[in-house]
């Protein structure tokens, strides 16, 4: 089993930033891709971005430029950081865990989501 811990979540101002994290645990050697998923009210669950542990990385249409995710392998973290934020990011973030790239699409693993509110 692997156990991922969101953090950073919160409220700011169009235009502003945001660094979310997802700390795994416990059987993570069986995982090679992660990724954040958001949901806003209404809207299905979509796949933000991904990366996998050779760093190869991928990203919507609708955050490239803005959005970066990253991986600190040492630490068992992956961050989102969310610059440029638009009120059409408001959403929970959920990070998602899978063994390989394609198997994210309907991931392992969950986190328990971080809200993410952007005022305009």
């Known amino acids: 089993q692997v156990q991922l811990v969101e953090s950073g979540g919160g409220l700011v101002q169009a235009g502003g930033s945001l660094r979310l994290s997802c700390a795994a645990s416990?059987?993570?050697?069986?995982?090679?891709?992660m990724g954040w998923y958001r949901q806003a009210p209404g809207k299905q669950r979509e796949l933000v971005t991904a990366?996998?542990?050779?760093?190869?990385?991928n990203y919507a249409d609708s955050v490239k430029g803005r959005f970066t995710i990253s991986r600190d392998n040492a630490k068992n973290t992956v961050y989102l950081q969310m610059n440029s934020l638009k009120p059409e990011d408001t959403a929970v973030y959920y990070c998602?865990?899978?063994?390989?790239?394609?198997?994210?699409?309907?991931?392992?693993?969950w986190g328990q989501g971080t809200q993410v509110t952007v005022s305009s």
């Open positions: 998602a865990a899978a063994q390989t790239r394609e198997r994210l699409w309907d991931p392992d693993y």
């Open positions: 416990g059987s993570i050697f069986s995982i090679n891709a």
């Open positions: 990366i996998t542990s050779g760093g190869s990385t």
